[in-house]
Every structure is written in C-alpha cells, then in structure tokens.
C-alpha cells in the first residue's frame, strides 16, 4: 500500500484541481476553459452574488482575468456543456452526458410534484409542447406559469413542472446573463452523439463516475470520491473495489488520516507548488469541509445562513490559497454601486506570517476587483490579518 506523507497529500490534490500550473499570459479563451474543466471536472453553480456567482470564480483561481460573457458563451451555447444535477446544481462537460441517465430515470416526484400532477393531469405535456415551439424558455415566459405560494420555495405550478422534466432529463437548461435558466429541448442543446450514447448501467456509470472523481480528487477517501458526484456510498464502496482490483486506483494510506485513501497512479506529484489564489466557497477544492480540514488543517464552514451576531469570519468567506497550503480567508463584498471591492474582514491562520500572506494577498485583491468592474479595494480594520494587509495596499 502506498504511503504518503500529508505534505505529499496536499500537492497531489492541488495539481489534481489545476493549481500546480501557471496561470495563462495574453487572451484566455476555450482551450483554457477546457483544461479547466479537464482537471475540475464540474463548476457548481449557487445564487448567491454578494461577490460574483460562484461558478465564475474557479476559473478565474486557475486562470486569472478573463471575460465572464466568453465563459458564458461556453457553458451555455457551444455545445460543450451542460447543466444537470452533478455535485448539486452543476455545469458539466457533455461528455459526462450519458453517465447521468441513470439518475434521471431514478428521480420520483416529491410532494411538490406530485400534487402538481395531480391537480393538473395535462400540464406537464401542455408545458413540454410548449418549449418545443418556442423555446429556449425562462419559467416567466411561459403562458400560463402559475402563481407562487409563498416566499423562498413557494414555486408555482410551471416551475414545479420544468424542475420536474429538467430533473427527469426531458429537457435541459442553460443559464443566461442574469443566471436564470432558460428551459430547452436537450437536441437542441446536447449534441446527438452524447445525447443518443447508450444508457449506461447504473454499476457502470457508478465506476465512470468514480474514475473521473478520483482523478480530480488526485487522492481522497471513499467518502470524499463519492461526494464528488454526490453517490450512494454502499454502491461506491462495492464498484471501488471492483477497480481497486482491476488496478485502475490504488489503495494508499496517508499520514494523519483515519480512514484509507485511494489514489490515481497517474496523479502528478510536484515538487512545489507555486502561485497565490482566492477559492470560491464552492470550489471543488473546499466544498467538501471534512477533506478541506484533513487535507489542509484548515477548519471552515459558510455562514450565509448563521445569524451575523454569531458569525466567526463574516458572510461570504473565501479562503486563501498560497503554494499548496490555505493559509488565510478573507469576507468579501462587492459594492457595485460606489465600484469598490469590501474586504469586511481578513485573517491569517495560525503559524502563518501575516506579512508574507499579505504580501501575495494584496496584488490578488487588487486583480479581482480589477476583473470584477470595480476599482478601490477598501480593507476594514477586522481581523487579525488587517494591520498587514492594509499596509501593501
């Protein structure tokens, strides 16, 4: 079995995600978006624009400054991508295409969904019928979308039925410019030779799945490549030794861990890791909490939803990440209206010189709010990395 020491661990992983490359010079376009997606596999897509949408933002860790409209262009229209269920609400390469039909053909109506059906029998087909003429489509434009029932998830009855089909894979989505979905046929969005591939077993799809996962995990446990692409674990458990057998991964152990780790044989192993970036909360990175303290000793949780008086860091978080170590985190806000960048509080983690990651903090900031539309970068008092980082500026 092999041994890895945590340092080792952590620079499997951070090359995995992408982040042992150097970030492009000149125009960015497609090709990068592509290696991109190559090594992350996925971007997670979530409402919340205190900062930027979240699914932005991985690509601009990896790549630096580029243009939001051409990476819309790509995850929407060039029939590269597609929207399903992933890791939650995700943008996916159309090649995974087939490997989630199984998933569609296991979703059952919920409540919701289920009274919909009842109370209108013929809807969902009037609603089909109805994106085939005139789609792409956003829930609004339907001609009879129904009225909500309350705040939150108090959807109407025409976006109960688009969830519905777009769960059961009878149409698909693409996000326009103000992140609502627009509602399609998928043979008007997939190309044929994904959209017509052969249904995979859902055994298949499971050991498809969990290849792809630990090539962009580079290592992880059973746990960690299962929540990836969010599978039952009894089943992932059963097709990994399967492929532990086979030799396609490996079982490893790696110091600290209490659990057994698998490993890609083919997982680069630099010898450093160079290079500063913010990760999004949703970053493949971190969005697993558990493996972002095992791998990193890096404790973090968001707290959108945890009343501000009892916040520790503040509403939306991002952690630092310099060489292959999260060594700060930092709340951010973008004021739109005045054009500055808020850094509402900035701190260090313990054993980190304040100085030397506001040195790389800094520029990183100043860059962000650069891509962002903005212009000053304004640096509250809060925090126990403030002094340092508002003296570079």
Do not use: C
Not at 106 to 116: F, H, L, N, V
Not at 297 to 303: A, L, M, S, T, V
Not at 351 to 361: F, M, N, S, T
């Amino acid at each position: 079995m092999r041994q890895l020491r945590l340092d080792q661990a952590r620079r499997i992983a951070v090359a995995a995600q992408g982040f042992a490359d150097h970030r492009p010079q000149g125009r960015i376009d497609r090709r990068h978006f592509r290696r991109v997606i190559d090594k992350i596999g996925l971007l997670q897509l979530d409402s919340v624009n205190v900062l930027e949408r979240s699914h932005y933002l991985p690509m601009w860790s990896r790549l630096g400054a580029y243009r939001k409209d051409a990476l819309d262009e790509f995850t929407a229209r060039s029939g590269e991508m597609f929207e399903y269920w992933g890791h939650v609400a995700s943008i996916l390469p159309v090649e995974t295409y087939p490997l989630f039909r199984w998933r569609m053909d296991a979703i059952t109506p919920g409540p919701r969904t289920q009274a919909m059906l009842d109370d209108h029998p013929d809807y969902l087909e009037s609603v089909l019928a109805e994106i085939a003429e005139h789609g792409p489509l956003t829930v609004s434009q339907l001609s009879d979308p129904g009225s909500r029932t309350g705040p939150w998830w108090g959807h109407g009855k025409g976006k109960v039925a688009l969830d519905w089909l777009f769960s059961k894979g009878l149409i698909t989505a693409y996000r326009n410019g103000n992140f609502g979905r627009l509602y399609d046929l998928p043979e008007r969005v997939i190309p044929a030779e994904h959209l017509n591939a052969p249904a995979l077993s859902k055994e298949d799809a499971y050991r498809e799945l969990l290849l792809l996962s630990a090539r962009h995990h580079g290592v992880g446990t059973l746990g960690d490549l299962a929540d990836y692409y969010r599978l039952n674990k009894v089943l992932t458990r059963e097709v990994m030794a399967e492929i532990v057998t086979s030799g396609e991964l490996v079982e490893a152990e790696v110091e600290g861990w209490d659990q057994p780790a698998i490993l890609d044989p083919a997982a680069r192993l630099p010898r450093r890791v160079d290079g500063a970036t913010l990760l999004t909360p949703f970053d493949p990175i971190v969005w697993e909490r558990d493996r972002a303290e095992r791998l990193f000793e890096f404790f973090y949780r968001i707290e959108i939803y945890v009343p501000e008086p009892d916040r520790v860091y503040g509403y939306y978080v991002l952690p630092f990440l310099m060489g292959d170590a999260l060594v700060g985190r930092v709340d951010l806000k973008s004021d739109r209206r005045n054009g500055v960048l808020l850094v509402k509080g900035s701190y260090h983690e313990p054993g980190a010189d304040p100085d030397e990651v506001a040195a790389k903090l800094g520029p990183e900031l100043r860059q962000m709010s650069e891509w962002l539309g903005l212009g000053d970068v304004d640096i509250a008092a809060n925090g126990n990395l403030a002094a340092a980082l508002r003296s570079v500026g």
